[in-house]
């Protein structure tokens, strides 16, 4: 046979187009949509079991997740912003729906991984686009399929956990995530977010509390361990 008439075809039939090599990494898992998380269990991305979701799994991903697509001057995890997000709200005396909240509201990334905001705007854009929409509106307020699969997966996690959530709560920790996002900017960007565009006003002028302790850098195990410690205090209060 011809030198190259395997060129196409890899390891055990699999194609080395690179232009597959996402199809190749889902044929390794027992379904294609599954990922293995922390402990050895298996999470089927596109339909979360929420028996499947542990603690530990959570508390693993969000901790060895980088934010900010990892363009921070070190490294930040999910988690240690999770945990400012918990003590700008407990620092304003939120109860402990919120709290709990405020530690889950980005549970999702452990398993998805870190999507930007800006990633999230273009994926928004191209579902407009290829749904023959003008490319030129505001594509706020269209949902991707990154949005309808993180969407799921959170309902998941607040299953799993019994977290409860309503619009009250909503508005706190998003005001608090933002509060969050402007001290975080300041001290991990380049530009300190000044050429960033902050929406309305926020607490304390978005500085960071004297009373609210926060690192900006600390070692996965450390936040790991401070975020399973957080969600122990708020359910134990």
Known sequence: ???DAGRDRGWRGMTTDPASNSANGAMLSPEPAMIEVAGGSFVDLLSPDPQSITLEAVAHGLAHTCRYGGHVKRFYSVAEHSLLVHDLL??????????RAALFHDAAEAFLGDVTAPLKWALRRENWSNDGLSMNPDPSGTRSDYDRVSERMDAAIRTAFGLRLDRVIEGEVALADMW?????ARELTWTGGANWRWPGELPEGGELPDQVRWVGGLLPSYARIMWLDAV???RDA
């Open 1 to 3: 046979a011809p030198r």
């Open 90 to 99: 407990r620092h304003r005396g939120a109860g402990p729906d919120t709290l």
């Open 180 to 184: 969050a996002l402007r001290i975080e």
């Open 232 to 234: 122990a205090g708020v």
